[in-house]
Structure formats: structure tokens, C-alpha cells
């Protein structure tokens, strides 16, 4: 029977499988938190849901379907076969692609999706941004935060609603570390992510949910690309 899968600080999740995957295995991640019988088929391999990609072991099944994800965020069509701009797959995953994947079913159905600009936003635009993503960032609704140095953003992470005050929690897929993400830690470019500090994008939830009949919407099970 599959069962709820959850993710909080102090807990250790699924670790990207290739160097550029890291923004796949977030949304890999994403969907099995809102997906019990998707989450049940990564890590035990059952049940198999049609258009599940081939793989014996939980790393190969997550393999295989950061492969489906990054064919999805990277390529010409995206989830729906809505239409997106392409991205070369060793530059990792684009903003643009990694909203469409979160609307088809790596958050919680009807929830809309928005890009923020957080390189070159002073102290207070970054503190006004942090409690933005405290706001909205709910079960079910992640964000993802690229982050880099002061030059490129190097790497993507999972962030997911905390239990504190000035602080959310976050998952590095390069780890599979869950720990606190403050405020002050982005605020203050210091956030030691995977040795990656400086915030550059947020993909997050607006806020404002669709309301969508069940029937016809997207499975939350693995895709075929």
C-alpha cells in the first residue's frame, strides 16, 4: 500500500543522479511528495504505473525518470505538450521549464507558478522576497531556489515549508540533505548548499490556486516524455 511521503529538516531524500540533474531531482522529489503511489513506485518499484521508465534498484528508477523530467523541462514540448522554449540538458534545467513541470503535477493540482529575480536585489529585497516564500511555500506547493556564485547559478534546490520563525526548510539534491534555509543565510549570500551561496531565481507559487475538474487533468504518475 502505498504510503504518505514527507521530507523535513533532518531527514535524508534521493541524491541527483547525474551533475546536471540537480533541478530534475527536485521535481522528482516534488512529485513523490504529493503522489503516494509514485513515491511507493520509486522507492520500491511497486506499483508500476504505465509509462513508468525500466530500473531494479530505487537509485535506477530515480535515474531513469530525472531522465523523463529533464526530456520534459528541456524540450521543445512540455508536460500537456504545451509548447517551450528548448535548453541545451547540459546546462541543467531552465526556470521556464521547471514551472511548467511544477503545474503538471509536481505540486499539488490548480497550483500557478511565478519566477523571481533574486540576483541584484539589495537587503531588503531579498528579505521581502524570503517572506514571500514563507508565505506562499506549503505542503504540496514547493519552491525552487537557483543558487551559484556572484557570477552563474550553479546549482537548483527544493524548498519546502518550515516549522519556525524566519526559516523554511530545504532539500539539496546534492546531498539529499534536508535542513533549515533562514532568512538571514540568504539574506547574507551564506547559505552553503552544496558550496553554493548566492540566490539567483526562485520558482515559487503565487499564491493563487485554479480550481480544475479531476477529470481530464494530468496523472501524477511517471510520464512518458
Not at 513508468?52 to 523523463?68: D, K, L
Request: with cysteine; charged share 20%; glycine share 12%.
Amino acid at each position: 500500500m502505498a504510503t504518505t511521503f514527507r521530507l523535513r529538516a533532518g531527514d535524508t531524500g534521493p541524491v541527483q543522479q547525474s551533475p546536471v540533474t540537480c533541478g530534475s531531482a527536485c521535481l522528482t522529489v516534488a512529485r513523490m511528495l504529493v503522489d503516494p503511489v509514485f513515491a511507493s513506485w520509486v522507492r520500491t518499484g511497486d506499483p508500476h504505473p504505465p509509462g513508468s521508465p525500466a530500473g531494479a534498484t530505487q537509485a535506477e528508477r530515480f535515474a531513469a525518470y530525472e531522465r523523463v523530467v529533464m526530456r520534459r523541462t528541456n524540450g521543445v514540448l512540455s508536460g500537456g505538450r504545451r509548447p517551450n522554449l528548448p535548453w541545451p540538458r547540459a546546462l541543467g534545467t531552465p526556470p521556464w521549464g521547471a514551472l511548467r513541470e511544477l503545474e503538471f503535477g509536481a505540486a499539488r493540482l490548480g497550483t500557478r507558478y511565478t519566477l523571481d529575480l533574486l540576483r541584484g536585489a539589495d537587503e531588503y529585497g531579498l528579505v521581502e522576497r524570503f517572506e514571500t516564500l514563507q508565505q506562499v511555500v506549503a505542503d504540496g506547493e514547493p519552491a525552487l531556489l537557483y543558487i551559484g556564485n556572484a557570477v552563474l547559478p550553479r546549482h537548483i534546490v527544493l524548498v519546502l515549508p518550515g516549522d519556525g520563525d524566519r526559516m523554511l526548510d530545504v532539500y539539496d539534491p546534492g546531498t539529499g540533505r534536508v535542513g533549515h534555509l533562514r532568512r538571514d543565510e540568504v539574506v547574507q549570500h551564506r547559505m552553503r548548499l552544496s558550496g553554493w551561496d548566492v540566490p539567483w531565481v526562485a520558482v515559487r507559487p503565487t499564491g493563487l490556486r485554479r480550481v480544475e475538474a479531476r477529470q481530464g487533468a494530468p496523472s501524477l504518475g511517471p510520464m512518458p516524455a
